[in-house]
């Protein structure tokens, strides 16, 4: 049988899908103009996260296009029901057509899906039988899409512009000079960080969004590191 195209007629759906068509588009040729080439030409970036980016980015959109034109599991109009298998289909109340078990009528498409999930705005399509796999998929590339991106945006912003700041304002000699304090000063403990911040010493609380933050007192030789 071969690959029909379902499409569905609903505004709706599609400006949830232009929506996420454009922040794809912005975030395709944002990121790589803003953090990846200039980083790239710096040399702090190898070719390969470039490439890692484009082929999420790819494998996102090809997911995104192939679950919101793949036919769901539409039924025929006549389906044929193999007299052995008659017990296992009903008649829907809404169309008036036979259908088998565990398929539902989708109201914004107009007819019965095989085992229906749900009809999704986002990708203006019903997620069914013959193309639950391509939601999943879709759900697992914006997933690596999205951390791919949250984690270029931490790298740029809390790694390479001080390191670029460090380069340009700080010479040889005060990066020594600098490097031989940081070796001599106490280092804080990761838990006095985490207390600090979260206001308690009790770890568990850490995780409470229900409470109120009380200031813990910092020692004077950590505070000075501020």
């Known amino acids: 049988m071969g690959r029909r195209i379902h ?13 996420i068509i454009f922040v794809w588009l912005y975030n395709t040729i944002f990121i790589p103009k803003v953090i990846l080439f200039p980083h790239y030409e710096e040399g702090h970036i190898s070719v390969l996260a470039i490439l ?19 036919d769901p599991g539409k039924l025929p109009e006549n389906p044929k029901i193999p007299i052995t298998e008659r017990e296992y289909w009903e008649l829907c109340n ?3 057509m036979m259908r088998p078990k565990r398929s539902h009528h989708c109201s914004r498409c107009g007819h019965c899906v095989r085992r229906m999930d749900h009809h ?8 069914g039988e013959d193309n639950h796999w391509l939601f999943l998929q879709l759900c697992f ?7 791919y991106t949250l984690i270029l945006d931490f790298c740029h912003y809390y790694y390479f ?11 040889s000699i005060e990066k020594m000079s600098n490097c031989c304090e940081d070796i001599s000063r106490p280092r804080k403990p ?24 009380q200031p813990l007192r910092v020692p004077y030789h950590f505070a000075n590191q501020v």
């Open 190 to 213: 990761w838990q006095q960080t985490f207390s600090e911040v979260f206001g308690t010493h009790w770890k568990i609380l850490w995780f409470i969004p229900f409470r109120q933050r």
């Open 161 to 171: 512009l001080p390191l670029k700041k460090e380069n340009w304002d700080t010479t």
């Open 141 to 147: 590339y914006t997933q690596i899409l999205s951390s």
């Open 94 to 96: 809404k169309c008036n």
């Open 7 to 19: 499409f569905v007629v609903d505004p709706q759906g599609w400006c949830c899908m232009g929506l």
């Open 120 to 127: 999704c705005p986002w990708i203006n399509n019903c997620v």
């Open 52 to 70: 890692c980016y484009y082929f999420c980015s790819l494998f996102c959109i090809a997911s995104l296009l192939r679950a919101s034109v793949a």
